[in-house]
């Protein structure tokens, strides 16, 4: 009668016996400490897993055996599980701790293994289990390799039309073009004007369409490289070179689209965040190779994807201009993520990142905060887009924390005035903050421009400030820096415009070939009590 496992053993029990008494064969140099080592758990269930032992560096070696895809399933679990109270009970340092992982088995194990190897602090092995010659064999096996960088390209495209028939051809000639290519997915966001605005550019009131691509895993890089016969002399993403370049090629794959300028075809966070106050978006055509059953990825999600309000202002793909975002500290590093992302996206203000640490120190860990900021980092643009539009203002930002229904506390964040400077002499003052006259124009246009010009702020009498707030209470309390002059925290743009019109004016005409954007950041966060 064969036996159940390998032919060679009647359970994993005699498989696992068995490894013990031939470590060599996983590794030279490892000795047994014992076989199915039990483990305490002060808060929890005990547990043992199937050999402890010690390589020739005296790291601690955990070996988890398994003999089928049935109990392979359960090992991910046992592992970290074990890993967390061995490192716990035991006082050992995560670095002198090794997992190794020996199967006869791998169709189901595989892929979350390799996932926990790239995200483990500890080191992580696979090994094969096998009957050669009526003897067992074990080889060290190579995991599928898994992509933790980001997802979606920086590289996202515009394209403009005079029809909507002329758009959905051109969505239709990229289906084709991707049809047969099962390692490239990308998507076409398809929008509609929502009115005719005379006073806008041209290409405002078209149909627009926005490409994206996902990234494109290492062993398919070579051939989506020949797709496309040239490439450019620069890119503005590293890493992202290969995706950039299909990019170029598959729109010239699409008919009926308007030519235009590079720069307007460049769809970044900022430009979609435009778009969006003017066209509806309407449909998510998906391109190339998708997922059977994505319920993931729908026209809501992927947009948000494009906004990038929420990410790290280190990511490739960022709105440098907006923050928002909704989380919870009961979600953990997901929690993590946002606080960080948003003190990130404020690192300009250490006063500011200081004050938002404290408060978010102290609230409830069932309770959701809502997140949202405003880098109006151009003092003069500021003052063009506020003639405009009132509502516009310098940076700000806010936390609003509920506890189910109920508002408990807010942070504000933002700028106000000292009354006492009125300042003159326009090009001096822009000279001062950017250099000259011509960058100050062209630091607003460009994406890639880091420079910080908070010097105009404080140049104009604007000094930051918080102002914490107990709804509870119906009371505040405003923060500021040491040194600073006692301010009114309700005064501040508007009443700066207001008692410096003549100087503000100066300040629109000269940039008067440079459109305010209407929808500018608000900071009229402002409460009574």
Request: glycine share 4%; net charge negative; hydrophobic share 40%.
């Amino acid at each position: 009668m064969i036996k159940p496992v390998l032919g060679l053993y009647n359970n994993e029990d005699e498989l696992r016996n068995d490894i013990a008494n031939k470590l060599n064969l996983v590794e030279s140099g490892l000795t047994l400490i014992q076989r199915n080592y039990a483990i305490e758990n002060r808060q929890g269930a005990d547990g043992s897993f199937d050999i402890l032992a010690k390589d020739e560096f005296s790291n601690f070696v955990i070996i988890e055996v398994k003999r089928s895809d049935k109990t392979a399933r359960q090992t991910l679990h046992e592992l970290s599980k074990y890993v967390a109270l061995f490192v716990e009970i035991q006082a050992v340092d995560q670095h002198k701790v090794r997992c190794f992982v020996i199967s006869t088995h791998w169709h189901e194990l595989d892929i979350p293994l390799a996932f926990y190897k790239k995200i483990s602090p500890v080191d992580v092995k696979a090994f094969s289990a096998a009957n050669e010659n009526n003897a067992i064999t074990i080889l060290e096996r190579h995991l599928p390799e898994i992509d933790l960088l980001p997802k979606l390209s920086p590289e996202v495209r515009f394209s403009y039309f005079e029809s909507e028939q002329l758009m959905r051809q051109h969505a239709s000639d990229l289906e084709v073009a991707l049809k047969d290519i099962d390692y490239l997915r990308a998507a076409l966001i398809l929008t509609e004007p929502r009115h005719n605005d005379i006073s806008a550019p041209a290409f405002s009131n078209r149909y627009r369409s926005i490409l994206c691509i996902w990234r494109i895993h290492d062993s398919f890089l070579d051939r989506a490289q020949s797709l496309t016969s040239t490439t450019r002399r620069s890119y503005f993403f590293p890493g992202w070179e290969v995706e950039c370049d299909v990019v170029d090629w598959l729109l010239t794959k699409g008919r009926g689209s308007d030519n235009v300028f590079r720069e307007l075809q460049r769809a970044t966070p900022e430009k979609i965040s435009a778009l969006q106050q003017s066209h509806n978006f309407k449909e998510l055509f998906r391109l190339g190779n998708w997922p059977k059953n994505d319920l993931v990825n729908d026209l809501k999600e992927v947009t948000r994807s494009l906004l990038a309000k929420d990410v790290l202002s280190t990511s490739h793909r960022v709105n440098r201009y907006l923050f928002e975002a909704q989380s919870s500290p009961k979600t953990g590093k997901a929690w993590d993520y946002t606080v960080s992302a948003f003190s990130s996206f404020l690192s300009f203000s250490e006063f500011w990142v200081n004050e938002i640490s404290t408060f978010l120190r102290d609230i409830p860990k069932n309770s959701v905060a809502t997140f949202y900021a405003h880098d109006g980092r151009h003092f003069y643009y500021a003052i063009h887009q506020h003639l405009a539009n009132p509502n516009a203002d310098l940076s700000c930002f806010k936390i609003e924390v509920k506890d189910g229904d109920e508002i408990i506390s807010s942070l504000i964040g933002a700028w106000a005035w000292d009354e006492n400077t009125f300042p003159n002499i326009l090009s001096k003052n822009v000279e001062d903050t950017y250099g000259s006259l011509t960058w100050a124009k062209l630091a607003l246009l460009s994406s890639v421009d880091t420079n910080r010009y908070e010097f105009a702020h404080y140049l104009h009498g604007f000094w930051p400030y918080v102002l914490m707030i107990n709804h509870a209470q119906n009371s505040g309390n405003i923060i500021m820096q040491d040194n600073y002059p006692d301010l009114d925290y309700k005064v501040g743009l508007v009443d700066f415009v207001a008692r410096n019109s003549s100087y503000c004016k100066e300040i629109s005409d000269f940039y008067h070939d440079i459109p305010a954007n209407s929808k500018a950041g608000s900071g009229a966060f402002f409460v009574e009590f």
